[in-house]
């Protein structure tokens, strides 16, 4: 008899395969007909699939133990303590971790059917599921892509997105200050390990807003990494791609970040990690409600301020971004094979050229 969750997976394994067989029967010839997808483009559309796969591994994770439970997306019961906790920061959080694991699932299904109607290779992880499930009440005990149970949160895009004076593309080393500095410091969980993580209560806000940090974390990499890549598309039809489904990882981000900032100040008992009151002191490179893009340079200093998103520099884009996630810890126990997997992607996405 199968397990629940390997009709989970199944259930998930056919509904990908019915996204991509379908369109490849369907709209494969009319859509090489517009222009069709060159080399370079598919592999940049290929690790953007990667990356949605990663992400979407992510927030399924989140949706399993804080966001709505539902058939679109699937898989979890729910932890009441540990969504109440992500509550305090919204009252709405579960709606919104619902809903950016939908968003990240279709994106993920998209590229790769997009891909597969075009003769291309898709981005496949499956073999790489091997990282462990949270063990407290609401998850699935499945085999996982990504970690976070010992997150190193890099939050320096806080002050990156307030600083007037400097553009992470004209200042390369230019250091933004972390907004929570333990963050970057340690490693910490931003799901419940286990039962034993619901208390003391203090200890389970922590982790609470560790996962409100985490959330504007990984949405900030996608609204800098498609309009980098898309410098590099070729085609029409893949460049409408990507600058279609990269503004909503913007809309991610804003939502992410503005409730970031309500986390509440505390310091773990447990492990002493602090979260600070961002709104002491009076500085505008930390205040809570300062979330719309500050005009900062952009291009060259002798041009007029912009309020833009950073950085877009195209160069390395793609390793950047994977050297990024890597830093957050995510991929904590994964297989050399996984690296280099995912290595290989970022390296032909940016070796990726728009056609003369």
Same mark, same amino acid.
């Given at each position: 008899?199968k397990t629940?969750?390997?009709?989970?997976?199944?259930?998930?394994?056919?509904?990908?395969?019915?996204?991509?067989?379908?369109?490849?029967?369907?709209?494969?010839?009319?859509?090489?007909?517009?222009?069709?997808?060159?080399?370079?483009?598919?592999?940049?559309?290929?690790?953007?699939?990667?990356?949605?796969?990663?992400?979407?591994?992510?927030?399924?994770?989140?949706?399993?133990?804080?966001?709505?439970?539902?058939?679109?997306?699937?898989?979890?019961?729910?932890?009441?303590?540990?969504?109440?906790?992500?509550?305090?920061?919204?009252?709405?959080?579960?709606?919104?971790?619902?809903?950016?694991?939908?968003?990240?699932?279709?994106?993920?299904?998209?590229?790769?059917?997009?891909?597969?109607?075009?003769?291309?290779?898709?981005?496949?992880?499956?073999?790489?599921?091997?990282?462990?499930?949270s063990k407290?009440?609401?998850?699935?005990?499945?085999?996982?892509?990504?970690?976070?149970?010992?997150?190193?949160?890099?939050?320096?895009?806080?002050?990156?997105?307030?600083?007037?004076?400097?553009?992470?593309?004209?200042?390369?080393?230019?250091?933004?200050? !972390? %907004?929570?500095?333990d963050l970057?410091?340690?490693? /910490? *969980?931003? #799901?419940?390990?286990?039962?034993?993580? $619901?208390? +003391?209560?203090?200890?389970? !806000? %922590?982790?609470?807003?560790?996962?409100?940090?985490? /959330? *504007?974390? #990984?949405?900030?990499?996608?609204?800098? $990494?498609? +309009?980098?890549?898309?410098?590099?598309?070729?085609?029409?039809?893949?460049?409408?791609?990507?600058?279609? #489904?990269?503004?909503?990882?913007?809309?991610?981000?804003?939502?992410?970040?503005?409730?970031?900032?309500?986390?509440?100040?505390?310091?773990?008992?447990?492990?002493?990690?602090?979260?600070?009151?961002?709104?002491?002191?009076?500085?505008?490179?930390?205040?809570?409600?300062?979330?719309?893009?500050?005009?900062?340079?952009?291009?060259?200093?002798?041009?007029?301020?912009?309020?833009?998103?950073?950085?877009?520099?195209?160069?390395?884009?793609?390793?950047?971004?994977?050297?990024?996630?890597?830093?957050?810890?995510?991929?904590?126990?994964?297989?050399?094979?996984?690296?280099?997997?995912?290595?290989?992607?970022?390296?032909?996405?940016?070796?990726?050229?728009?056609?003369?």
């Amino acid at each position: 008899m199968k397990t629940n969750e390997q009709t989970v997976i199944n259930r998930r394994t056919l509904v990908k395969g019915m996204a991509v067989g379908g369109l490849t029967l369907l709209t494969g010839g009319a859509a090489r007909g517009e222009g069709g997808i060159s080399e370079g483009d598919a592999a940049i559309l290929r690790f953007l699939a990667a990356a949605e796969i990663l992400e979407t591994d992510m927030w399924q994770q989140y949706n399993e133990l804080a966001g709505i439970q539902d058939s679109e997306v699937p898989g979890g019961s729910g932890n009441p303590a540990y969504t109440d906790a992500l509550k305090v920061l919204d009252e709405d959080m579960d709606q919104y971790i619902h809903d950016n694991t939908e968003d990240e699932m279709t994106h993920e299904l998209f590229l790769n059917a997009y891909l597969v109607a075009h003769g291309a290779a898709p981005a496949n992880l499956e073999r790489f599921r091997t990282l462990p499930s949270s063990k407290a009440t609401g998850a699935q005990n499945i085999g996982r892509l990504t970690n976070l149970m010992q997150l190193t949160l890099d939050t320096s895009w806080w002050t990156r997105y307030r600083d007037p004076n400097h553009n992470p593309d004209l200042d390369p080393n230019f250091v933004f200050p !972390q %907004a929570v500095p333990d963050l970057h410091a340690g490693q /910490f *969980p931003g #799901i419940p390990r286990s039962n034993a993580d $619901l208390n +003391p209560p203090d200890h389970l !806000q %922590a982790i609470a807003n560790t996962a409100g940090f985490h /959330f *504007p974390s #990984i949405e900030v990499g996608g609204t800098s $990494l498609y +309009p980098s890549l898309a410098q590099r598309v070729s085609r029409p039809e893949p460049l409408r791609i990507v600058l279609s #489904i990269g503004p909503t990882e913007a809309m991610h981000f804003q939502t992410w970040q503005d409730k970031a900032g309500n986390a509440p100040p505390l310091t773990d008992p447990t492990n002493g990690l602090t979260f600070p009151d961002l709104n002491a002191g009076h500085n505008e490179l930390f205040q809570t409600n300062l979330i719309m893009p500050e005009p900062c340079p952009f291009l060259h200093r002798k041009l007029p301020v912009c309020s833009i998103i950073r950085p877009t520099q195209t160069r390395g884009a793609a390793r950047g971004a994977l050297a990024g996630l890597t830093a957050m810890g995510i991929f904590r126990g994964q297989s050399k094979a996984f690296f280099e997997y995912m290595k290989d992607l970022a390296e032909d996405a940016d070796e990726a050229r728009r056609d003369d």
